[in-house]
């Protein structure tokens, strides 16, 4: 099975939303409601933002959040801070041999 | 809080098998949740490896599955992961990770360069 297409970058000012899409097909994404997104800052492991498509864990801000529409889903960043620059990964469960997709990632700056 | 440290050679010869155990602290492996283990290329993206059950059940990326096998070993609250045969393309930040949900991994490791060469 093939990863998850992002695009490899996508930008935006400070105070302005940004929104990342993930694009797979009907036996992943479009399947299952168990899509993750990750923020990774260089040299640093992988963190949690979104799970299960639109939830946060305890911790992340609400100006992250996450959807999902046939078999694409999306990471809209709204409000845009310094901190947010950073790769973002998608990830969806691709049921069959319980296998698990990630996406390219996308770099994210914030101009 | 969760916390997980990987350990291991951080220099593999071609052929030969990596081995990487992902020590847990904060949480018993028995009680619950996915181990698994997650690598990236230096300058690429994430992949995902394989994951286990607190009961010993395992899955694997089935690119991999020939030639991973990830163990639990709940005597002393930590986790392994064996990849034989490697070669340069098995060169990877290699993370354990675990979490409540099949692609959900909460707690992650800091990471450890594995470098295939001769």
């Known amino acids: 099975q093939s990863a998850l297409t992002q695009p490899p970058s996508a930008s935006g000012s400070p105070g302005q939303s940004v929104t990342i899409s993930c694009t797979g097909t009907?036996?992943?994404?479009?399947?299952?409601?168990?899509v993750s997104w990750y923020q990774q800052h260089p040299g640093r492991a992988p963190k949690l933002m979104i799970y299960?498509?639109?939830k946060r864990p305890s911790g992340v801000p609400d100006r992250f959040s996450g959807s999902k529409s046939g078999n694409a889903a999306s990471l809209t960043v709204s409000g845009l801070q310094a901190e947010d620059e950073a790769d973002y990964y998608c990830?969806?469960?691709?049921?069959?041999?319980?296998?698990?997709?990630f996406g390219g990632g996308t770099k994210l700056a914030v101009l | 809080q969760v916390q997980l440290q990987e350990s291991g050679p951080g220099l593999v010869k071609p052929s030969e098998t990596l081995s990487l155990t992902c020590a847990v602290s904060?949480?018993?492996?028995?009680?619950?949740?996915?181990w698994g283990w997650i690598r990236q290329p230096p300058g690429k993206g994430l992949e995902w490896i394989g994951r286990?059950?607190?009961?010993?059940?395992?899955y694997y990326n089935p690119s991999l599955k020939s030639r991973v096998t990830i163990s639990v070993d709940t005597s002393n609250n930590q986790f392994s992961l064996k990849l034989n045969s490697v070669t340069a393309a098995d060169t990877a930040v290699y993370y354990c990770?675990?979490?409540?949900?099949?692609?959900?991994?909460?707690?992650w490791g800091q990471g450890t360069l594995v470098t295939v060469s001769s």
């Open positions: 904060g949480y018993s492996i028995s009680s619950g949740y996915y």
């Open positions: 009907s036996s992943d994404v479009g399947a299952y409601n168990f």
């Open positions: 990770a675990s979490g409540e949900g099949l692609v959900r991994f909460d707690y």
């Open positions: 286990i059950y607190h009961s010993g059940n395992t």
């Open positions: 990830s969806s469960y691709a049921g069959g041999s319980n296998n698990v997709l």
């Open positions: 299960e498509v639109n």
